[in-house]
């Protein structure tokens, strides 16, 4: 696993992936086949939303905080700042299909 | 303005991609990453997108001039969004530089969508502009570099990332038999 910014964020930061990527893993493929109607969907969607938050929320607290705290240290809070407010990216971009080249 | 764009084709279900996508660095093909942090991660309990925002540190030697220049050091940072999608199975990745953000700009985004049941299709477009009015002669070897550079780490994230599938694959086979 890569390193956190700062020595001192790397063990939380550690213990977070690892608890997001056992969760993500276990999400992704059911996600796909609960999509076939909305209410299956948003069911599906807010029983693991609420999973992870149970699983992953103490040490994501933690390992944020341990971030923000270097990203001030850095200098770049602000940056960081600025960039969010001129692209935040709030929505995923548009995508269009373009038409396959099948033969 | 450099304007850069690939695509490719990836011999691996979309769900495997998207897996293996928090699992690219470190990664000795790029090991101008050093550091990766989630800053923000959200689960929409309506639509199941999975929205994150990332800061990643690069090391990347820049010419003694543009360091003069521009002040620039060794360390770099770039800001990710992504989302990922399960309903559209769409996953598209926006990438921003944070260092010299008031000098230049290098705006990336990238897609991972099924083109089968076990092939999925990354495309990757990328605009490298140089911001204000520099003189223009630094402003075009700044954009130069950047575009240089872009390319090769594109060339090698792609290489990087067919290892860490590879793997990955290898790893899930073995703990389901």
Known sequence: MADSLTPQCTPLKHEYDTCFNAWFE?????AVAASSSPEKRSEYSKQKADEFQQKCGNVW?????????ALKEKGLDALLQQARE???????????????NKS | MHFFSQSHNYEHPWSHVVIGMWRKYPNPKCSHVISVDV???????????????RILGCKQKAP?????????????????ISF???????????????????FASCYEQIRYH????H??????????QARMALWRSAADGLEKWLVQRFEQNAQLGKLAFTDVLRTLREERQRTIS
């Open chain 1, 26 to 30: 276990g999400y992704l493929e059911p």
């Open chain 1, 61 to 69: 607290r933690s390992y944020r905080e341990c971030v923000q705290n």
């Open chain 2, 119 to 128: 092939r999925t299709s990354f495309s990757q477009t990328a605009e490298i």
């Open chain 2, 39 to 53: 800053v923000d991660r959200s689960v929409d309990p309506e639509t199941g997108i999975i929205r994150t925002e």
């Open chain 2, 84 to 102: 990922v999608d399960p309903s559209t199975q769409d996953a598209t990745i926006t990438s921003v530089n944070l260092s010299l953000s008031q």
């Open chain 2, 64 to 80: 003694a001039w543009i360091v003069k220049i521009f002040g620039g050091s060794e360390d770099a940072f770039v800001r990710e």
């Open chain 1, 86 to 100: 001129e692209h935040p990216l709030a929505e995923p971009p548009v995508v269009t299909n373009e038409p396959s």
């Open chain 2, 114 to 117: 099924p083109s089968s049941s």
